[in-house]
Nanobody, 119 residues
């Protein structure tokens, strides 16, 4: 059993900041990639940022220069620091982790955390 627990969402004014966290726990035998996706109302889920086990990062063009992804391997936790937030950043943010569990290597999703940016 593997669980992903997210925290840090909320309501913020445009220009403000939020920090999301996602902690993985359970029968984990190695984490490959950790990342964040988001889904706005009426839209498809989209990539926000990913980070590999060696620290390589990838960002969606819409968030480059404003968001920073990081991870703490000792805590199996990934973070997303979001600065200069815009109303178009509003949505449900999902943590996504590629890891090896008792059976195989696969992707897990968090439950999602709401981020609302008011204008």
């Amino acid at each position: 059993q593997v669980q992903l627990v997210e925290s840090g969402g909320g309501l913020v004014q445009a220009g403000g900041s939020l920090r999301l966290s996602c902690a993985a726990s359970g029968s984990i035998f190695g984490i490959v990639t950790m990342g964040w996706y988001r889904q706005a109302p009426g839209k498809q889920r989209e990539l926000v940022a990913t980070i590999t086990s060696d620290g390589s990062k990838n960002y969606a063009d819409a968030v480059k220069g404003r968001f920073t992804i990081s991870r703490d391997n000792a805590k199996n936790t990934v973070y997303l620091q979001m600065n200069s937030l815009k109303p178009e950043d509003t949505g449900v943010y999902y943590c996504n982790v590629n890891l090896r569990d008792l059976i195989t290597q696969r992707y897990y999703w968090g439950q999602g955390t709401q981020v609302t940016v008011s204008s």
